[in-house]
């Protein structure tokens, strides 16, 4: 969780987030970190996301790895069915379906 959230910090800077984008295994992670059930990890990695999604230039390795990795639909489906509205992982997660939608 704190790993992720540093990254989510530092990928607001866009030349970082680009290098960040670039590492194939960091982005199959953090997909695969969307299956976990601790919620603050979940919150930071949809954040980190999101993050990178806004870049305008970067979001492309994301999106294409987002519809590779088969896991992600289930795993997203599970956070907004078991999450509720008292926690900024709700909004956080619609906010990056959004853009998932936009971009996609």
């Not at 590779?68 to 379906?97: A, D, E, G, K, R």
Request: with cysteine; net charge negative; aromatic share 8%.
């Amino acid at each position: 969780e704190i790993c992720v959230g540093i990254l989510g910090n530092i990928a607001c800077f866009p030349d970082t987030c680009a290098t960040l984008s670039q590492n194939e295994d960091l982005g199959a992670v953090l997909l695969l970190l969307l299956g976990d059930a601790d919620p603050p990890t979940l919150l930071e990695t949809t954040r980190l996301l999101l993050t990178c999604l806004s870049h305008k230039d970067i979001c492309f390795p994301w999106l294409e790895r987002i519809r590779q990795h088969t896991s992600v639909c289930s795993s997203v489906s599970f956070i907004m069915s078991s999450s509720t509205n008292s926690t900024p992982l709700l909004p956080y997660t619609l906010h990056l379906l959004a853009f998932w939608f936009v971009k996609l």
